[in-house]
C-alpha cells in the first residue's frame, strides 16, 4: 500500500491549488481517503476525509468553504482543492488511509508529503 501526494508549490495569499493523491497496490475508491498537514514545527492536523460508497465527505471546521476534497475513480486519485490560500495554510500535506470505510480516517498508511507554500 503506497499513497503519494503532489501539486504543492508556492502560491500567493489569495491563490489556489490543488493537490493529488495517488496509490499503489489498491484501488482508492474502496476506502476512506484523508488529507492531513504539518506546519514546521507544529502537530500534524487533519483537514478532510471522504469515505467509501456514497463519498460523504468531512472537513476541520477551520477550513470549510476554503477546501474540498473529491475523488476521480477513472484516476485513481483523491484530489484536495484549496482556494483562497493564507500564510497559515503553508505545510506539508499527506493522503492518508487506515484501509477503513470512514467516516473518520487516519494515518496508517501514508506517503510522502507535498509542500505547500503560501507567501507573497
Known amino acids: 500500500v503506497q499513497l503519494q501526494a503532489s501539486g504543492g508549490g508556492l502560491v500567493q495569499p489569495g491563490g489556489s491549488l490543488r493537490l493529488s493523491c495517488a496509490a499503489s497496490?489498491?484501488?482508492?475508491?474502496?476506502?476512506?481517503i484523508g488529507w492531513f498537514r504539518q506546519p514546521s514545527g507544529k502537530a500534524r492536523e487533519w483537514i478532510s476525509c471522504i469515505s467509501k460508497g456514497d463519498g460523504t465527505t468531512n472537513y476541520v471546521d477551520s477550513l470549510k468553504g476554503r477546501f474540498i476534497i473529491s475523488r476521480d475513480s477513472a484516476k485513481n486519485t483523491v484530489s484536495l482543492q484549496m482556494d483562497n490560500l493564507r500564510p497559515e495554510d503553508t505545510a506539508v500535506y499527506y493522503c492518508?488511509?487506515?484501509?477503513?470505510?470512514?467516516?473518520?480516517?487516519?494515518?496508517?498508511?501514508r506517503g510522502k508529503g507535498t509542500q505547500v507554500t503560501v507567501s507573497s
Open positions: 497496490g489498491f484501488t482508492l475508491d474502496e476506502y476512506a
Open positions: 492518508a488511509t487506515d484501509l477503513n470505510y470512514g467516516p473518520t480516517c487516519g494515518m496508517t498508511y
